[in-house]
């Protein structure tokens, strides 16, 4: 009877083991009215369920605050989980991952060392100010703009083919060994001053947009010729940024025509060491706050707001001057 009883109590505790912990009830409902999962249609997943699903799981908008069991689904080969409040996402078991769509959430580290396969990855509007994807080489496809990056190497991801990364903090962006590149969304990165797409294979590029980059005055590419010849709406790019073969080189030259301005900081006006003319002063944001068509040599910013501002204005011989100065 005692034998019994024991080998009784393992046989629960077995059972119990082969449940999957699904915390979150609004993914578990998912998961449970997926007939393709929950195949012995009872009210628990089990660890053989789990790992038994090949396809997709699609929680979009389910208003789910915590994913834990997703890591059971080790054959699973997409995910689709935007529009959710997670913070935390370990994809880490999920192996034969090929596609994962997880923006619009709370996440601040997403860890995909281990998804080998990973061919798409949408993570727009989350809170990430790292991503390393050195590892997924297998990237074609990868949506990461709203997040926080300062920067992101790309140099590993050969096959990568379309990239959105606006709205964001980087500082430079090369995508010179991305040969396969066809399209690019980089717009609104306030902070970026460099911009490599010198990749050899420009003439695979069918569209770039990089407009409202107020610090970015040049744009490395294979040939400033064809550059040039792209129609506008297919290349677009803030009038301030020029086509060049080498930034380096051009950003020395440019340095030394532009003219001084001062005082900077400024608090009632800013001067500039010689009369220039198309005066424009943006925000970080690359919102335009001041435009002045005339030529000046002293222009009135008293009743800007304290803050960081860009000016841009073209001298007497026509180069563009841009710089940053500081409202007091």
């Known amino acids: 009877m005692k034998k019994s009883l024991i080998l009784f109590m393992l046989m629960i505790g077995l059972a119990k083991a082969?449940?999957?912990?699904?915390?979150?009830?609004?993914?578990?409902?998912?998961?449970?009215?997926?007939?393709?999962?929950?195949?012995?249609?009872?009210?628990?997943?089990?660890?053989?369920e789990a790992a038994a699903f090949t396809g997709t799981i699609d929680v979009y908008n389910l208003g789910i605050n915590d994913m834990t069991g997703i890591e059971f689904f080790v054959n699973l080969t997409t995910l689709k989980c935007g529009w959710n409040?997670?913070?935390?996402?370990?994809?880490?078991?999920?192996?034969?991952?090929?596609?994962?769509?997880?923006?619009?959430?709370?996440?601040?580290?997403?860890?995909?060392?281990?998804?080998?396969?990973?061919?798409?990855?949408?993570?727009?509007?989350?809170?990430?100010?790292?991503?390393?994807?050195?590892?997924?080489?297998?990237?074609?496809s990868l949506y990461c703009e709203g997040n926080q990056f300062s920067s992101l190497d790309l140099s590993e991801n050969i096959s990568l083919?379309?990239?959105?990364?606006?709205?964001?903090q980087f500082i430079t962006l090369d995508l010179s060994k991305n040969t396969n590149l066809t399209?690019?969304?980089?717009?609104?990165?306030?902070?970026?001053?460099?911009?490599?797409?010198?990749?050899?294979?420009?003439?695979?590029l069918g569209s770039i947009y990089i407009v409202e980059n107020p610090n970015l005055i040049c744009v490395q590419?294979?040939?400033v010729n064809y550059a040039n010849s792209q129609p506008s709406h297919l290349w677009t790019k803030d009038a301030i940024a020029s086509?060049?073969?080498?930034?380096?080189?051009?950003?020395t030259e440019t340095e030394k025509k532009q003219i001084r301005l001062?005082?900077?900081?400024?608090?009632?006006?800013?001067?500039f060491s010689d009369e220039v003319s198309n005066?424009?002063?943006?925000?970080?944001?690359?919102?335009?706050?001041?435009?002045?068509?005339?030529?000046?040599?002293?222009?009135?910013?008293?009743?800007?707001?304290k803050g960081t501002y860009i000016i841009t204005a073209v001298s007497k011989s026509g180069e563009l001057i841009t710089k940053k100065f500081i409202k007091e």
């Open 161 to 168: 083919n379309s990239l959105s990364c606006g709205r964001n």
């Open 18 to 48: 082969q449940i999957v912990n699904i915390p979150d009830v609004n993914f578990k409902a998912y998961l449970l009215s997926n007939p393709e999962i929950n195949t012995d249609y009872d009210s628990q997943i089990q660890v053989s």
């Open 85 to 140: 409040n997670i913070s935390n996402l370990d994809v880490s078991k999920n192996s034969k991952l090929k596609a994962l769509y997880c923006f619009l959430n709370q996440l601040t580290t997403l860890d995909v060392s281990k998804n080998l396969q990973l061919s798409i990855l949408w993570c727009a509007g989350n809170k990430l100010t790292n991503l390393d994807i050195s590892k997924n080489i297998e990237l074609e």
């Open 262 to 271: 001062y005082p900077n900081p400024a608090k009632d006006f800013i001067n």
């Open 183 to 204: 399209w690019l969304y980089c717009n609104t990165n306030p902070l970026l001053t460099s911009l490599n797409l010198k990749n050899g294979n420009n003439t695979k």
């Open 221 to 223: 590419v294979d040939d």
């Open 243 to 251: 086509y060049s073969t080498n930034c380096i080189l051009s950003a």
């Open 279 to 305: 005066i424009k002063i943006t925000d970080l944001s690359g919102k335009v706050i001041k435009q002045i068509p005339n030529s000046e040599k002293s222009i009135n910013v008293s009743k800007l707001m």
